[in-house]
Structure formats: C-alpha cells, structure tokens
C-alpha cells in the first residue's frame, strides 16, 4: 500500500517557473527522501530530509517538512525542459525498515 | 564507477511461465532492493537482500522470490506468471543495510509484459 500520496498528480509549466510538489503520507517517519524518474527508467535520488529536520537545499531544489501535518514539498526553482519527469515522495517509516514510495507527480516543462 | 545493472532489460513471457532478473549492483554495495513498478499500484516493495540474507519482504504471492549471491548479485525470480505481473522491475543497492534508512541507486529496471 502506498505511504505517501503527491499533490497534483499532474503538473504543466513554462520553462524559467518554480514547480511545487507536495506529499502527504500516514505514520510517524525517520525521513522522507524524493526521487525523480524520467519515463519508463530506473529513479535517481534528489535530496534526503530528517524527521528533525526542517527545510533542505540541493541547487535549485528545496525540500520542507512538517511532521506535525504529515506532509512534505519540493519545490524546483527556475525550471527547465530537463527536469520534465515524475517525482516521487518515499517515506521511512517508524515501525518498518523500508522505504516506501508515494504515488508520484508527473512534471512536464514546456520550452 | 559502475551504476546498478539491471538484465535483461526488456522481456516478453507468457502466462505460466518463470522467469528471473538478474541485478548487479554498484562495487561494495551490499543491500539490495526489489520493486514493482505498474500504472495501477505505482512502486512496490518487494524484497531487500543483505549479505545474502532477505532482510524484508513485501505483501507479494510466493509466486515472487529473490536471492542474493556472494558477490551482492541479486536475483529475483516470478513464477507461474500472470497477466497482472507486466510490471518494470526495478533494482536498487545501497552501502548499508535498511533501505528505508539509506540513499537508493536504482538501476534502469527490467520491462515484462506478460502476454
């Protein structure tokens, strides 16, 4: 079953736009890391957030989290046409040892 | 130095049929990570293997197995296949074991489909 749940599920843009990704998932976590995936391949890791941790930067990535709301976003500045792909949310849960991987955003950048 | 090799990457089986992926993962990693890929479930956890041990296992039918060799090399094999198996198969490693506890390197996964 999935952990995590992303925010929209689809997402349209123009080059140079931020794009915002949110994810919202059920139990106490360790960490949230996100993942991107460019159609049909394996997924590359962004960015690794703590559960004591509060906001995150990688480059042109910033990744919140509120472990009050359950809920966690990434937020891609100055976008390109190469960050076109799916991303995905994966929670470590308190009482599991694995990561689980929410039910992704498919970004499209348009030139 | 070499990413997660993932064979074969694309393969056609039909229903009742075995088949086995093969997974090699990146030089002294020694977890390893099996999930499922489709459009209707979305990622699913499988297996992880460490030092030759199933650490974790997934809700998937015993139809599905894994096993993981000296040198990290991973396997997982599906028997009986069904239509509901065409699925992208992706393999991750890490340096340590826990796979929710650690960064994952995925490889670019086996595409079946089931006929």
């Known amino acids: 079953s999935q952990q995590g749940e992303e925010d929209p599920q689809a997402l349209s843009i123009q080059e140079g736009e931020n794009a915002t990704m949110n994810c919202s998932y059920k139990t106490s976590i360790n960490n949230l890391q996100w993942y991107r995936q460019n159609s049909g391949r394996g997924l590359v890791h962004l960015i690794l957030?703590?559960?004591?941790?509060r906001e995150k930067h990688s480059g042109r990535l910033r990744v919140t989290l509120d472990t009050s709301k359950k809920s966690s976003s990434l937020l891609i500045t100055a976008s390109r046409a190469a960050d076109t792909a799916s991303y995905f949310c994966?929670?470590?849960?308190?009482?599991?040892?694995?990561?689980?991987f929410g039910t992704g955003t498919r970004l499209q950048v348009f030139p | 130095k070499a990413g997660v090799t993932q064979t074969p990457r694309y393969l056609i089986k039909t229903r009742g049929q075995q088949v086995t992926l093969s997974c090699s993962p990146i030089?002294?990693?020694?977890?390893v990570s099996w999930y499922q890929q489709t459009p209707g479930q979305g990622l699913q956890f499988l297996f992880e293997?460490?030092?030759?041990?199933?650490?974790n296992k997934g809700n998937f039918p015993g139809r599905f197995s894994g096993r993981q060799f000296s040198n990290s090399r991973s396997e997982m094999n599906v028997s009986t296949l069904e239509l509901g198996d065409s699925a992208l198969y992706l393999c991750?490693?890490?340096?340590?074991?826990?796979?929710?506890?650690?960064?994952?390197?995925f490889g670019a996964g086996s595409r079946l489909t089931v006929l």
């Open positions: 991750a490693s890490s340096s340590q074991k826990g796979a929710g506890a650690n960064v994952l390197t």
């Open positions: 994966a929670t470590f849960p308190y009482n599991t040892d694995k990561l689980i």
């Open positions: 030089s002294g990693h020694r977890s």
């Open positions: 957030i703590r559960s004591n941790e």
């Open positions: 293997y460490f030092s030759e041990t199933q650490r």
